[in-house]
């Protein structure tokens, strides 16, 4: 299973960026998607997820400013990003869950390779 993102880049405060990221090979099913990121020095955290059944949650600092979606068919998960923040400077990078087999006891994780994102003027 691969997970390719793109869309990140350098955007001035206020602007907006829309992350993408397609999940390719074996898959039988797809639970969790997520996206995560990770400023310079600090840990890496949950951006926002969102789940199968399309119940979603978002971290406080993006709340109102920040929306994921996810289209099934094509396995592809996105992040839009508007009134960005330089406080919003990461890589992002997307996350998900995934039966390669319909016998797999449990979905396994899979992450992609980030995509950089800079807020600044």
């Known amino acids: 299973v691969q997970l390719q993102a793109s869309g990140g880049g350098l955007v001035q405060p206020g602007g907006s960026l829309r992350l993408s990221c397609a999940v390719s090979?074996?898959?039988?099913?797809?639970?969790?998607m997520g996206w995560y990121r990770q400023a310079p020095g600090k840990q890496r955290e949950l951006v926002a997820a969102?789940?199968?059944?399309?119940?979603?949650n978002f971290a406080d600092s993006v709340k109102g400013r920040l929306t994921i979606s996810r289209d099934n068919a094509e396995n592809t998960l996105y992040l839009q990003m508007n009134s960005l923040k330089p406080e919003d400077t990461a890589v992002y990078y997307c996350?998900?869950?995934?039966?390669?087999?319909?016998?797999?006891?449990?979905?396994?994780?899979?992450w992609g390779q980030g995509t950089q994102v800079t807020v600044s003027s």
């Open positions: 090979g074996r898959i039988f099913s797809i639970d969790v």
């Open positions: 996350n998900t869950f995934v039966r390669e087999w319909a016998w797999a006891p449990v979905p396994k994780p899979f």
């Open positions: 969102i789940t199968s059944d399309g119940t979603i």
